[in-house]
């Protein structure tokens, strides 16, 4: 078998976090308990428990420090026009509501009404959410509003941040099948460790839609694929939310845009705004993107920094490694550091635009590798040129000196890149993320970086189909571990998507593992 090229994304910070960042949401408090068929009269204990929403408005009882645990079963939000949580921490004690020792706790939305009420709105500061499935099983998903008439996003999102709801975290969620998964332009909000999938009905729904204006957001370690529009898309439409602290690090955003049909755009992760709000402090590091090749260019889009306003600021684009159409787009930045990037595309590498009389003196771009997916060189474009290869895209921007290109016979990149990202909640959970360029059936990992003991159970989820069959499960021993790659099943989306998208193996694939409670069956 050929040597396959294993890369472990491991990032420090992250691993000495863990403990601390661990307790700091569990554990401090009292424990209070919600079931569906809990009560509004009962006292919230284990045997005891109230119902979803009553149990969200006890803020009174419910106090900083504390965590609501959900037992597993379906919270049906039909008859209550989705969830309110009116729930608020503290800087130093935030309220955490978990799902119950793993049991499976989904919070469905179940309909929609004009207001585009969400699954669960959060309306105080310092909440976080965790272990949850968010959805909505209301079938109807055209592409046209019932209610207006118009193209527009329309069903609610699977959780809203509400205006005043400062400070909270999304945690190893799993949220599907919503208009967009998560809306949130309030400020310094975590989302961390989610799957996020089968979320909108046309183009202007997204994995998630967020902003920032003080402080920083911070978007790490995501699945985020197979949504309707964008997988993220960091914009402001209009003056009321800022593009300001955005730090969007080690997701996976692929084959976003597959479940609407190709008249509908889609980029994988973009950051920008309208006229009037320029972005700024904004870093993008360490995320890996992909699109199937038969995808048509408009929903094969990497990353695009920049969108109508062009007094952009400062972006870090750092380490990220894209495979798709139209990979790189960067337009009207005073100041980028582009670096150790890497790039497949059959088309243009990078379209940079620019102010009419700036010059990238302030640009620190080098290092990057460009994998030509043309039969001549990479082509890359600033502002109305036309392509330039690697020599004249040096001479004409001074940018590159250093950079290199690979350019293999077969016009695809060659072996296997495997990259581990370990969870900084949970020891024993990380993903998985595998470019599978060599064809082959399997690949062998090496998950030392995710912290399981030797003798721990383990078990490794299909990304694209977490809740089938385990693709691999055993007792950790010290050893690399083998996991197959020629995936196909996949679930259904809920209701009438305009398009069912295909399962991106053998040639992509991302695995979550996680701990186990013991080997069985499936």
Known sequence: MPAEKVLIAVFEFLLAATLVAASALTGQGRNFYVSPAGKPNATGSLRNP????????????????????????????????GFDCTLAGTPSASITIKNYQNERAVID???????????????????????LEIMNSYPVRDRISPYTGTIRSWRGPGIYIAPGATDCKIINCIIHD????????????????????????????HGMYIGNNAGTKYVIDNLVFDNAGLGIQSYSADTKSQQSGIHVEGNVCFNNGAITLDDQNSTNILVGAEAGVSAERVSLISNYI?????????????????????????????????????????????????????????????????????????????????????????????????????????????????????????????????????????????HIIVFNWARHNSVSVDIASLRLEMGAYYEVKDAQNYF?????????????????????????????????PNHTAPEFIAFVVQRSQKLGKD
């Open 50 to 81: 109230w119902d979803l929403q009553t149990a969200l408005k006890r803020q009174g009882i419910v106090k900083p420090g504390d965590t609501v645990f959900l037992r597993g079963g379906i919270y049906n939000g039909t008859a209550s026009n």
């Open 178 to 205: 919503n208009n967009s998964g998560i809306y949130d332009k309030e400020n310094r909000t975590e989302i961390y460790g989610n799957l996020i999938y089968y979320n909108g009905n046309n183009g202007f729904a």
């Open 290 to 430: 992909y699109d199937p090749p038969n995808v048509v260019p408009n929903k094969s889009k990497g990353i695009r920094l920049g969108q109508v306003d062009q007094n952009n600021k400062n972006a870090v684009v750092r380490d990220n490694y894209i495979a798709c159409k139209v990979p790189m787009t960067v337009q009207w930045w005073d100041s980028i550091e582009m670096r150790g990037n890497t790039i497949y595309t059959p088309n243009t590498s990078i379209n940079l635009q620019m102010q009419p009389g700036d010059t990238t003196t302030s640009y620190l771009w080098d290092n990057n590798i460009y994998i030509s997916g043309r039969s001549g060189a990479p082509v890359f474009t600033i502002d109305s040129s036309p392509g330039l290869n690697l020599s004249s895209w040096r001479q004409r921007t001074k940018l590159d000196a250093h950079s290199q290109i690979i350019r293999n016979a077969s016009l695809r990149p060659g072996g296997i890149e495997v990259f581990v990202r370990p969870n900084r909640y949970e020891s024993g959970r990380g």
């Open 468 to 500: 089938g069959p385990p693709v691999a499960r055993g007792t950790y021993d010290g050893k690399p571990i083998t996991l197959p790659i020629s995936l196909s099943a996949l679930p259904l989306p809920v209701g009438d998507v305009e398009r069912v």
């Open 109 to 131: 939305r179940g309909g929609t009404d004009r207001t585009e009420q969400a699954a669960l709105d959060l309306f105080g500061p310092h909440v976080t959410l965790w272990g």
